[in-house]
């Protein structure tokens, strides 16, 4: 039993490149949720789903997209990366109904 | 319009004092929850302690403590006797039923000092 994982772990990006950030969880959890975490601004939630076909944007979705196929991926894409996306990305996990969600160890971003 | 909010920014506390960690929240639906996570220098996130808007009894885990007045709309993570694994950043955040997301306060950097 994984919980949540994500890769990659550290990124560098040039402005204007595009890329996916994956996370993957193993506990049949229906809701998926995207955070970004940046110095003094504690952590915003980009995008969230609560099931396989089903997302919905949170407080930043701007400049991110997500898709979710199926109960165990939910990919984050960043389409024309931006040096206000340099953050630290955290994915996360719960069974719908119950209070506790389960976090990924995170994907430190740069962009220059 | 900011729905958590942590007033301080850093906290200095002597060790095996009691820490009071203050989170106020906003919300108009009648069924919400609110949680506590610990972020130590490490980076994970950690939960400690959950309280449900219907719950009539203060949340405890240990020496975490929720202190939940609902009139005040306020939700103070208490920590009991803290020690220097307790120097972290800590969250409030909160999850409203109708649209079942949850957003996260600023966050209080403590630190413990020996």
């Known amino acids: 039993n994984a919980g949540v994982t994500q890769t990659p772990k550290f990124q560098v990006l040039k402005t204007g490149q595009s890329m996916t950030l994956q996370c993957a969880q193993d506990?049949?959890?229906?809701?998926m949720s995207w955070y970004r975490q940046d110095p003094g601004m504690g952590l915003r939630l980009i995008h969230y789903?609560?099931?396989?076909?089903?997302?919905d944007q949170g407080e930043v979705p701007n400049g991110y997209n997500v898709s979710r196929s199926t109960t165990e991926d939910f990919p984050l894409r960043l389409l024309s990366a931006a040096p206000s996306q340099t953050s630290v990305y955290f994915c996360a996990s719960r069974h719908r109904g119950l209070y506790e969600q389960y976090f990924g160890p995170g994907t430190r971003l740069t962009v220059t | 319009a900011q729905k958590i909010t942590q007033t301080q920014p850093g906290m200095f506390v002597q060790e095996k004092e009691a820490v009071t960690l203050d989170c106020t929240y906003d919300t108009s639906d009648p069924s919400y929850g609110l949680f506590w996570y610990k972020q130590p220098s490490s980076g994970e996130m950690i939960f400690l302690i959950y309280q449900g808007s219907y719950d009539q009894q203060n949340a405890t885990e240990g020496r975490y403590s929720l202190n939940f007045q609902k009139a005040r709309k306020s939700a103070n993570l208490v920590i009991s006797a803290s020690q220097l694994g307790d120097s972290a950043m800590y969250f409030c955040a909160m999850r409203e039923y109708r649209d079942d997301k949850i957003i996260f306060g600023k966050g209080t950097r403590l630190h413990i000092l020996p």
């Open positions: 506990m049949n959890h229906e809701y």
């Open positions: 789903s609560v099931g396989a076909g089903i997302t």
